[in-house]
């Protein structure tokens, strides 16, 4: 299973689209694809038709992490198979910044999403993680459970190609994000950064 986190900083660059698109392609090819929504606008969800509101989210399958007593909602539960040929997807809540205000207290608060997804390892051939635009630590989540960042520069980047540890428009981010898992002692995570500046990544 590869995991790659869409990430950047900044809002409106195209990370949801990104996501949904990446996802619809490879799944059309054949591949098994989780989107995961990590982003409390939910727009992902909206974007595959989705009402998080009378459903199970991963908002939901957090806070059971959460509360000590509660028992854990498996991942899976919250999964919305179909979506499109080969798609499934996680969807998200505005709830979510809730949890993630509750994580800052969590012991080892940046790896319940990827202890979260270990459920799913061997379903599915690539999960995307779509993340807010910010630093918080919904993304460092989602960065820790990813093998790689797929980061958006912003409109104002000048195109390149991908693949590059640094792309143009996307240093400030990658710095940050190796600065973040040295701060905390983690392991490189994720292995590989690339640019999406223009086209898609080449396939798995
Ligand atoms: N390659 C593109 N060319 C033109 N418009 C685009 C492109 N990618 C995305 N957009 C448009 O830009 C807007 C923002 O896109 P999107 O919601 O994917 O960004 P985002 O980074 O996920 O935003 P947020 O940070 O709020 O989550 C949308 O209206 C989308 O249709
Ligand atoms: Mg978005």
């Not at 009402?51 to 919305?80: F, M, N, Y």
């Not at 980047?157 to 190796?178: D, E, M």
Request: charged share 20%.
């Amino acid at each position: 299973m590869r995991t790659i986190a869409v990430c950047t900083q900044k809002g409106g660059v195209g990370k949801t689209t990104t996501v949904a698109n990446l996802a619809a392609a490879w799944g059309s090819r054949g591949q098994r694809v989780l989107a995961v929504d990590f982003d409390p606008q939910f727009a992902l969800t909206r974007r595959f038709g989705i009402d998080p509101s009378d459903r199970l989210t991963i908002a939901d399958v957090l806070e059971s992490q959460l509360i000590r007593d509660r028992t854990a909602i498996p991942i899976g539960k919250a999964i919305v198979r179909d979506v499109a040929p080969g798609v499934d997807v996680i969807p998200a809540h505005r709830r979510l910044s809730d949890i993630e205000i509750t994580l800052v207290q969590a012991v080892k608060r940046e790896t319940f999403l990827r202890r979260a997804l270990r459920g799913e390892t061997g379903n599915h051939d690539i999960v995307l993680i779509d993340c807010p635009p910010n630093l918080g630590l919904l993304t460092v989540n989602a960065l820790s459970a990813a093998d790689e960042a797929l980061v958006r520069p912003s409109a104002n980047a000048a195109p390149r190609a991908t693949s590059s540890p640094s792309p143009r428009g996307c240093s400030g981010s990658a710095t940050k994000l190796s600065a973040t898992n040295a701060a905390c002692g983690w392991p490189a995570r994720p292995r590989r950064i690339a640019g999406a500046c223009s086209g898609v990544p080449s396939g798995p």
